[in-house]
Structures are given as C-alpha cells and as structure tokens.
C-alpha cells in the first residue's frame, strides 16, 4: 500500500519548544515539499528537497528546519523562533516523471 | 505576490448545476496545472491536470478549459452532487519544480 504517511496527526506544543513532524513515502518519489495551510490563505512551501541531503528554502521558510537523510523521510522541525506556528501541515512528494503531486494527510499543530 | 490568483473565494450551487473556478497566472514558464480536491482534515488529492499544449481536458465529470493567451485555466464540474462539496485549489509549476497554489474555493453543493 503506497503513499505518503505523516505523524502525528495532533501535536500540541507549549512556547518556547521545538517540535519535529514525521513525513514519510513509499513511492521512490525524489522530490519532497512541506507546505504550511491557514485558512483563507491556501498552501504556502517552507521547504522542498529534489534530492537525498539537498533542499531549498520557499516562501515561509523563517523558523523552520528539514532534514533529508534518506530518500523516504523528510522531516520538518518547527522551532521556537517560528513566530505563529499553530496551522495544518502538509507533505508531498512528487512523481518526476507525471509531476503528480501527491499528499500525506496532515498534521494539525496547536501551540498552547 | 500571489503568483496564481484563484476565484470565488466561496461558490454555493444546486445539485445538478456546473460550478466553474477560475485562475489566473502571469508567468508564462508555468508548464503544468494541477487542480485539488480537499475534505476538511485532509489532505488535498489531484483532481485533474493539463499542460499548456492543450485547451481542454475532461477527466469524469470534471473539466479543465486552458487559455494560453490570456494566461487563465478553469475547473468545471458537471452534473454537480453534495458529494463534490470540498475546497478546490488550482497550482502551477515550472519544469516540476517549485509549485505555486491559489487560494482555494470552498464549493457548496445543495442537494
């Protein structure tokens, strides 16, 4: 069963802490984003990696920090300098040859 | 600068109708143009997607119209059903790399 699986689907956060998102695929796809969801606004890219331990900032990139050690795992830490983290995070992976986007399920963060 | 601007922001029809959204780009590198289906709480899942040689696309009950010129694309969705409710959002992207993404319509179906 392919796909792209994030976790946790929750996470609560007090001020002040470092929090770590999972991502993770199974489609031996080369491509990962990570894309920050408020409503009203759309999807905004933080970070993308076209490549095993490269990656490149997007538009939102400021308090946040990836990681991309293996081709299946792309995970995003959002840091105490992230001013207003609470928002739906999401990741991609993409297939290089359709350019097919396609979704994990999300992972709602709450800082208390 | 919104790279894809994406209207209504909010659209109710009757079920059976043909709910149309509209975007709009400016750079002319774009070549790929996926369109989104998202429920609340998940994750959004491609719809259907066209690329710049084409005008038109149909997939299901789903159409995408392409104007290369005016540098516009559009969803239709046929025969409308309160299934089809969700937030709909249009992207484009160059060469597959970096992908740009409207802000979303939120598409009401009345049975």
């Known amino acids: 069963d392919g796909g792209i699986t994030q976790s946790p689907k929750y996470l609560f956060r007090k001020e002040g802490q470092n929090v770590t998102l999972s991502c993770e695929q199974n489609l031996n796809h080369d491509a990962m984003y990570w894309y920050r969801q408020d409503p009203g606004q759309g999807l905004r890219l933080i970070y993308y990696?076209?490549?095993?331990?490269?990656?490149q900032k997007g538009d939102i990139a400021e308090g946040y920090s990836v990681s991309r050690e293996k081709k299946e795992s792309f995970p995003l830490t959002v840091t105490s300098a992230q001013k207003n983290p609470t928002a739906f995070y999401l990741c991609?992976?993409?297939?290089?040859?359709?350019?097919?986007?396609?979704f994990g399920p999300g992972t709602r963060l709450t800082v208390l | 600068q919104q790279q894809v601007k994406q209207s209504p922001q909010s659209l109710i029809v009757q079920k059976g109708g043909i709910p149309i959204i509209n975007c709009a780009y400016e750079n002319t590198a774009f070549d790929y143009f996926p369109w989104y289906q998202q429920f609340p709480g998940k994750g959004p899942a491609l719809l259907i997607a066209i690329r710049p040689d084409v005008s038109e696309k149909k997939e299901g009950r789903f159409t995408i119209s392409f104007n290369k010129s005016a540098k516009q694309f559009s969803l239709h969705i046929m025969d409308s059903q309160p299934g089809d409710s969700a937030t709909y959002f249009c992207?484009?992207?160059?060469?597959?790399?970096?992908?740009?993404f409207g802000t979303g319509t939120s598409l009401t179906v009345i049975p």
């Open positions: 990696s076209q490549i095993v331990n490269d990656f």
């Open positions: 992207a484009a992207s160059t060469a597959g790399n970096q992908f740009y």
């Open positions: 991609a992976s993409r297939n290089g040859y359709t350019d097919t986007q396609y």
